[in-house]
């Protein structure tokens, strides 16, 4: 088992990385489970039918009773329905002040399921036992929780940290393909904004014991960031690298065409291009990362001309002005932040064109 030590001014938690650690979380939960305190596993229909047997088996073996809250799959239940339903089984398991929930699926149950234990009784604790790859690399670690409103994405929110991350990177043997490459979209991100030696492991020939390996290197770069910036006001924004473009891509063709982390694969060549285009980024960093994306079977370079993404960009609400702060690599490994207007953004866009050419794989 790996074990990472998330140290925050609110409190230390532990990540523990391994495969198998499903069969032992029951005793893992046992400091967090109080004589009489209910334990409520949130999950979704997915994860409940492969998993429901081994989680079970599990917590009954070290004495602990749970209700499960299955809620339906996709995005569309991280809303304020499904948070509604979530604490109509909170109230009925009778969970108190010093309850414990676990959050047992993807992204969508991690951050309904933190952001319902941050808010019920003004706060009970939390462990996130995550099943995606973007889940266990990403989502699961830092804090963050939201649900959705018809305003838009993860508008509603908190920052609540889990007493505990148990992440067992063989519940990924069931995740469907597509799944798998988007969340390797976020690991390849992570090589290319901090370190070049993940990178150069992507690149190589990954043996699937590897992949425990890499969780751990992911979860040590994205723990790194959020400790020395909880709150997202400076480092933390690093972790966008390639989401930028990407958001614009989901919004120009409509969330759900293609996935977030095909999207932040293009996203991330773009960024790359402009990168070099401005002399800001090592020539040739952009052609690494297209043929590490193509390596794990993600399209690099998205069909149409990177200019089309500007409308999208400026309209992000989240923007708010006449400028974006955009994440740049510097060179593979090492990425840094650029305050640019709209304007200078799309001029340089235009100058990028349609796709490269083909490159060498
Ligand atoms: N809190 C954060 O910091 C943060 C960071 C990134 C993304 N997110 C959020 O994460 C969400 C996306 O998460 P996601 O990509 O994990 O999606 P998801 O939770 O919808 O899971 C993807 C699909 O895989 C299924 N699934 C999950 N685990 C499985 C398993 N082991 N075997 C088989 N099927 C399984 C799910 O039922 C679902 O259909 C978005 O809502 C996004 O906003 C949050
Ligand atoms: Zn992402």
Same mark, same amino acid.
Do not use: Q
């Given at each position: 088992m790996r074990t990472l030590t998330v140290e925050l001014p609110g409190g230390a938690y532990e990540i523990r990385i391994g495969d198998g650690l499903l069969a032992e979380l029951g005793a893992m939960l046992l400091p967090f489970h109080g004589e009489e305190t209910p334990v409520v596993v949130v999950t979704d229909e997915n994860v409940w039918s492969h998993y429901r047997a081994p989680l079970a088996a599990s917590l009954a073996a070290a004495g602990i009773a749970f209700v499960p809250a299955v809620c339906p799959p996709g995005?569309?239940? &991280?809303s304020m329905d499904g948070l509604e339903r979530l604490y109509d089984v909170f109230a009925k398991a009778g969970l108190p002040r010093g309850g414990l929930v676990v959050a047992f699926g993807g992204g969508v149950v991690g951050d309904l399921a933190g952001f319902a234990a941050a808010t019920w009784m003004r706060g009970v604790q939390l462990v996130q036992v995550p099943t995606t790859l973007l889940a266990q690399v990403?989502?699961? /670690?830092?804090g963050k929780t939201a649900v959705n409103h018809a305003h838009g994405k993860n508008l509603i929110g908190a920052f609540y940290q889990p007493k505990l991350v148990v992440v067992d @990177?063989?519940? +990924? =043997?069931? !995740? @469907?393909a597509r799944e798998v490459r988007g969340g390797m979209a976020e690991v390849i991100k992570y090589g290319a904004i901090r370190s070049k030696s993940l990178f150069d492991t992507l690149d190589g020939? %990954?043996? @699937?014991?590897a992949l425990a390996e890499i969780i751990e290197a992911c979860c040590r770069i994205k723990s790194e960031i959020v400790v020395r910036d909880e709150r997202d006001f400076?480092? =933390? %924004? +690093? !972790?966008n690298f390639g989401h930028t473009f990407g958001h614009a891509i989901e919004r120009r063709h409509g969330f759900?065409? *293609?996935?977030h982390g095909e999207a932040v694969a293009f996203g991330m060549v773009v960024a790359a291009r402009l990168g070099e285009r401005l002399a800001l980024t090592q020539p040739g960093a952009a052609d690494a990362l297209r043929r590490l994306l193509a390596r794990h079977r +993600?399209? $690099?370079? *998205? $069909?149409? $001309? $990177? /200019? /089309? !993404?500007a409308p999208a960009m400026a309209s992000? &609400? &989240?923007?708010?002005? =006449?400028?974006v702060r955009l994440v740049l690599l510097r060179r593979i490994g090492e990425a840094f932040t650029q305050e640019m207007r709209f304007d200078d953004i799309e001029a340089a866009l235009a100058l +990028?064109?349609?796709?490269p050419q083909v490159f060498s794989q």
């Open positions: 995005e569309t239940n &991280k990403d989502s699961s /670690v830092g @990177p063989e519940t +990924l =043997r069931t !995740l @469907p020939d %990954m043996k @699937p014991a400076g480092e =933390r %924004m +690093l !972790l759900g065409h *293609y996935t +993600l399209a $690099p370079d *998205y $069909p149409e $001309p $990177p /200019v /089309v !993404l992000d &609400k &989240k923007s708010g002005g =006449r400028g +990028l064109g349609a796709a």
